[in-house]
């Protein structure tokens, strides 16, 4: 009887043990694999932030409504290198003022970058998923502009963490809201990370 009764308290111990040790473990687990998914996120949205400000420079003014013409675009578009000869800024400049312009494929600046382009839709730990994309036109404050968002809800890419439970260890953390860059209702760029 009383070796059951040691080994029930043995078992309990045991039990209580696991318990306090995975309290104190899993916000920790959670927290570093937040931070470190969050962050693959960040700079490939980055990233992506710059490619779509490279087919902005391209394209004169609009943003790329998806990957497939981000990608043609960049990989057959040029960018425009103009050259002033002279100062027109200068009141006291009595030369003629030359612009001399040339062009340049906008591959060998994502090639020199180290860009590849074919991934840059993939969502880092998302398993095959791709960020939502949508690029438009609006008018703002009486003027026609171009917009782009580019994102995904943080459920795609935090795995075993995606469950709202984990809020516990982070009054922040809400899996089904969205990080992103751009904004479809102002011309804005910024990250929602950023703020």
């Not at 998914?37 to 490279?54: G, H, P, S, W, Y």
């Not at 075993?160 to 804005?188: C, L, R, T, W």
Request: negative net charge; charged residues 25%; glycine residues 6%.
């Amino acid at each position: 009887m009383r070796l059951i009764v040691n080994l029930l308290l043995i078992a309990l111990i045991g039990l209580l043990a696991y318990l306090v040790v995975n309290s104190i473990q899993e916000p920790i687990e959670f927290k570093a694999e937040k931070d470190k998914r969050q962050n693959a996120v960040v700079d490939k949205l980055i990233l992506i932030r710059q490619m779509q400000e490279f087919y902005r420079d391209i394209k004169e003014g609009e943003f790329a409504p998806s990957f497939d013409s981000l990608v043609h675009v960049l990989s057959n578009g040029r960018f425009r290198n103009i050259k002033v000869v002279g100062d027109p800024d200068d009141p006291n400049f009595t030369g003629e003022i030359t612009y001399d312009t040339s062009y340049v494929p906008a591959i060998d600046t994502v090639k020199a970058l180290g860009i590849n382009l074919d991934s840059l839709k993939y969502i880092p730990y998302g398993e095959g998923a791709t960020f939502e994309i949508t690029a438009d036109t609006l008018t703002y404050q009486s003027t026609l502009v171009n917009v782009v968002q580019v994102g995904t809800p943080i459920k795609t890419f935090m795995g075993p963490f995606a469950d709202p439970k984990y809020a516990k260890y982070d009054n922040s953390y809400k899996p089904n809201n969205m990080i992103k860059f751009g904004d479809m209702n102002k011309p804005n760029l910024s990250g929602n990370w950023e703020r």
